[in-house]
């Protein structure tokens, strides 16, 4: 999971590695759901469905308050957040993306709640975070080879082929 500092928002990984970018929010993007792991206060991992709308530039983490998961990233900002795979031949991949949680400020809520896919009358209840990513992997299958692309804001994007 990432460490804060030299972290990007989705519109600075977006700039430095469109391609990978692209395909990234194609894979979150083709189903409504995905699966966010959070530390909980014993250090144990916590797994929990999730939307994680990519949208104005940022991957938002929006959740009830008083969920553990906002209660996990409120103590400690880092998380990994799984898209599901369509298919077990992953043609399109498998995507992952590693880092901190951001609290958005008022103007982000605002811009969220444009945006959302389905009316929010009294926001009072949600957490609203913005992902500052520290790595991005998208994992696919080509041909007989295990693609795992990977990019961190300091060692950029590399691609490793596994048969």
């Known amino acids: 999971m990432g460490a804060q500092g030299s972290d990007v928002s989705w519109d600075g990984f977006a700039a430095v590695c469109g391609e990978l970018a692209h395909r990234i929010q194609r894979r979150f993007e083709s189903h409504l759901h995905a699966v966010m792991a959070t530390i909980r206060a014993d250090g144990s991992p916590r797994m929990s469905g999730m939307e994680a709308p990519i949208r104005e530039g940022h991957l938002w983490l929006g959740m009830d308050r008083n969920s553990m998961k906002a209660a996990d ?5 880092r998380f990994g957040l799984h898209s599901a795979p369509e298919s077990g031949e ?6 992952r993306i590693e880092g901190s949680a951001v609290p958005a400020d008022d103007a982000q809520l605002e811009t969220f709640l444009r945006g959302h896919h389905h009316e929010v009358d009294d926001a009072t209840p949600m957490a609203l975070f913005t992902a500052s990513i520290a790595r991005a992997v998208l994992v696919r299958v080509d041909r007989q080879q295990l693609v795992v692309e990977t990019w961190t804001p300091s060692g950029g994007l590399t691609e490793r082929r596994i048969s």
Do not use: F, I
């Open 73 to 77: 990233l409120r103590r400690d900002a």
């Open 90 to 95: 992953l043609q399109a991949g498998d995507a």
